[in-house]
C-alpha cells in the first residue's frame, strides 16, 4: 500500500515491498523501500497556466479535491489564485457541491462561499449545464476536479457540459489534470446511446483508464460535444505519473469513497446502485462490504445494519440487519467483477426485490446485464460479450493517451 508524503509542492508516494528475510518480523531490516518520482499535480504547475490568467476574468469548477499540495498544508485551488492576484469572478460546484458535503444524487443549491464571499453555481441543482448567462463576461473557465476512472461517476459528465458550454459561448477551457486511481485497466459494459444520460454521456466502458484530462482530449477531438462542436481546450499535464502509477488520494473525493479500497472497488460495488441492495452506505465502510435483508442469512456470516451518517441520510436498508460480505481486505482488482453481483442475486430470497431496473440500466449503461444475470449467466461467460466494445474503445482511447 503506498503512503503519502507531501513536501515542498509535490506528493511524494513510497512504495514498500517485502525483501528477503526469511521469516523475520516487518521490520526495517525486511522491508524494501523504493522512492518513486514526486507526482505533480496539474494544480501544482502554476507556471504554466497563471500566464493563462493573467487580466482575465475567471470562472473555476471546483470542489474539496480541488487543491495545491503545500509542504505545510495543501489550500484550496480557489484561496490560492485569489492570493496571486487572479481575478476569480465565480465558482462552479459539481454533485456533493464546492466542499463536498452533499450526499449522492442530493440536489446542491447555488450560494456563497463563507470564506471567499465568492458566488457559488450549481451545476448539479437546476441547472447541470451552465448557461450563457452564468458564463457571461467570463475569459476563460478552469476545471480542477479528482476524478476515479468510472463512468457513472458524474464529475466526467459534469467536464463534458463545461465544455459543451464553454464552446457554444466561445470561451477557452483549461484541464488541470490529476492521477486517475482507476486508470491501470479498462473494463466492463459499454454505454449504449439508448441510455446515455448523466450516469454516462459517451459510448464509453464502464472504467475508461484515462485521466480526467485525456478523457477531455478525447471527447473534443472525437467531436464528443452538441452539435460536434470543438472547444478551446489545453491540458495541463502531469508529471512523473503514468497508468501503472499506484496513487493515494489525500482527499475524499466524495463523501462515501473514503479510502483506496473503496475506490478500487467501486467500479464493481457502484453497480450496487442500481439495486435495492446495500453496498456500505450508512457505515465507515461504504463501497467495501454489501448486504441486504433479504438474502438468505444461512448463507452469510457477516452482518450490519446502516445508520444514517456522513454523506448517506438515509442509505439503502435503514436500521436492518443485513446480511453479505465484508469486502475491507480485498486484494488490488484490475478488473470489473460480477461475481458479488451475481452472489447477491443468486442468494436473494425474493429475486424481484433485488433490482431497481431503470436505475440499475442507467448504471450499466445497458439493460442486457440485468438480462443476463437473471437468465443465470456466469460472470466469464458475460465478460465475453463486452469484449468487441472494448477493442474498439481502446483502439480510440490510444490516440489520447498522453502518459
Not at 140 to 145: A, G
Not at 343 to 356: E, G, L, P, Q
Not at 370 to 385: D, H
Amino acid at each position: 500500500m503506498p503512503v503519502l508524503y507531501i513536501i515542498k509542492n509535490t506528493v511524494f508516494i513510497w512504495f514498500f515491498a517485502l525483501s528477503s528475510c526469511g521469516n523475520q518480523p516487518k521490520t526495517a531490516c525486511s522491508i524494501y523501500k523504493t522512492m518513486a518520482k514526486p507526482v505533480i499535480v496539474g494544480a501544482n504547475q502554476t507556471e504554466n497556466y497563471l500566464p493563462l490568467l493573467s487580466n482575465k476574468s475567471v470562472g473555476i469548477v471546483a470542489n474539496q479535491t480541488s487543491v495545491i499540495f503545500k509542504e505545510e498544508k495543501h489550500t484550496h485551488l480557489v484561496d490560492s489564485l485569489l492570493s496571486l492576484g487572479v481575478s476569480i469572478k465565480k465558482v462552479f460546484a459539481p454533485e456533493h457541491g464546492f466542499r463536498g458535503q452533499a450526499d449522492a444524487g442530493e440536489k446542491v443549491k447555488d450560494g456563497v462561499d463563507t470564506k471567499t464571499g465568492l458566488p457559488i453555481i450549481s451545476l448539479y441543482g437546476k441547472n447541470r449545464k451552465p448557461s450563457k448567462e452564468q458564463l457571461q463576461n467570463l475569459d476563460v473557465v478552469v476545471f480542477d476536479i479528482q476524478d476515479v476512472g468510472v463512468r457513472f461517476y458524474t464529475y466526467i459528465a459534469t467536464l463534458q457540459l463545461v465544455m459543451e458550454a464553454c464552446a457554444e459561448n466561445d470561451i477557452p477551457i483549461i484541464v488541470l489534470d490529476r492521477p486517475n486511481p482507476n486508470a491501470h485497466y479498462v473494463d466492463g459494459p459499454t454505454m449504449e446511446e439508448a441510455h446515455t444520460g448523466f450516469l454516462g454521456m459517451t459510448q464509453i466502458p464502464l472504467v475508461y483508464g484515462m485521466t480526467i484530462g485525456e478523457y477531455a482530449l478525447m471527447i473534443n477531438e472525437e467531436r464528443w460535444l452538441k452539435d460536434h462542436k470543438k472547444v478551446n481546450l489545453k491540458v495541463i499535464p502531469l508529471q512523473n505519473w503514468n497508468h501503472k502509477t499506484a496513487y493515494h488520494l489525500p482527499i475524499r473525493p466524495s463523501p462515501n469513497l473514503p479510502n483506496d479500497v473503496a475506490i478500487n472497488l467501486y467500479p464493481s460495488l457502484g453497480l450496487f446502485e442500481g439495486t435495492n441492495i446495500n453496498a456500505g452506505r450508512g457505515t465507515n465502510f461504504q463501497f467495501q462490504r454489501y448486504g441486504a435483508s433479504f438474502l438468505d442469512d444461512s448463507q452469510y456470516n457477516f452482518t450490519y445494519t446502516p445508520a444514517p451518517n456522513f454523506g448517506s441520510k438515509h442509505p439503502k436498508e435503514e436500521g436492518k440487519k443485513v446480511f453479505g460480505k465484508d469486502l475491507s481486505i480485498i486484494p488490488t482488482m484490475s478488473e470489473v467483477t460480477l461475481v458479488w453481483l451475481i452472489d447477491a442475486y443468486t442468494n436473494a430470497t425474493d429475486k424481484t426485490r433485488v433490482f431497481n431496473e431503470e436505475s440499475f440500466t442507467k448504471h450499466a449503461g445497458t439493460a442486457k446485464l440485468q438480462q443476463q444475470i437473471e437468465a443465470g449467466l456466469s460472470e466469464e461467460e458475460i465478460k465475453a460479450t463486452w469484449q468487441p466494445d472494448l477493442i474498439k474503445f481502446k483502439k480510440i482511447r490510444a490516440k489520447y493517451l498522453m502518459y
